[in-house]
Each structure stands twice: as structure tokens, then as C-alpha cells.
């Protein structure tokens, strides 16, 4: 079992590390084309690793600056809301004796 989880926990962060290449402030957005509404979603759920890269690289930040407005703040406040309300969801609670 253990063994099961170790190997699904390093699938995870290697997915993760490859889906993080459209990463706020990486120069992908431009005033012609501003991120929207799905783009706020994506950084709402990566915003953890936006903010660990940040530390090494001062160009990434966690919320894209080049966005449509209302609707990539409500896809991004959306995600990070249901992304952080999950963690706790999936603790299990002790039980008693």
C-alpha cells in the first residue's frame, strides 16, 4: 500500500511540474490576448507552486497582471477557494478508543 501511494505521489508532482509551464507572469499573455476566466482557474490551483518558483525566479508571480479583469479574478478566487477548502476535506479524523 505503501508503495502504491509513493508511486502516485511522485506521478502527481512530476504532472504537476509539467503542467506548470503556463505559469502567471511567464510573458504567454499580452495586452492583445489577456488571460480569462479558465487561465484564472489554472492559476487559482497552481498558486502554491507560482509562489515556491517566485522565491527563485522574481519575473513569476502568482496572480497574472495581463488579465480580462472580473472574470479571471472570479476563476481565480474560485480555484484557490475550492483548492485549499479540499486539503481539508481529505484529512481523516482519529478515532477514539
Given at each position: ?29 499580452t ?30 508571480r ?36
Amino acid at each position: 500500500m505503501k508503495k502504491r501511494t509513493l508511486i502516485l505521489s511522485i506521478m502527481i508532482l512530476l504532472l504537476t511540474m509539467l503542467l506548470s509551464g503556463c505559469i502567471p507572469g511567464d510573458g504567454s499573455y499580452t495586452y492583445n490576448k489577456p488571460a480569462g476566466f479558465l487561465s484564472g482557474i489554472w492559476h487559482g490551483w497552481i498558486a502554491p507552486i507560482s509562489l515556491i518558483i517566485s522565491i527563485f525566479k522574481p519575473g513569476i508571480r502568482i496572480y497574472e497582471g495581463v488579465n480580462t479583469g472580473w472574470w479571471y479574478d472570479f476563476g481565480f478566487y474560485m480555484a484557490v477557494i475550492s483548492g485549499f477548502g479540499g486539503f481539508s476535506l481529505s484529512r481523516k479524523k482519529k478515532k477514539e478508543r
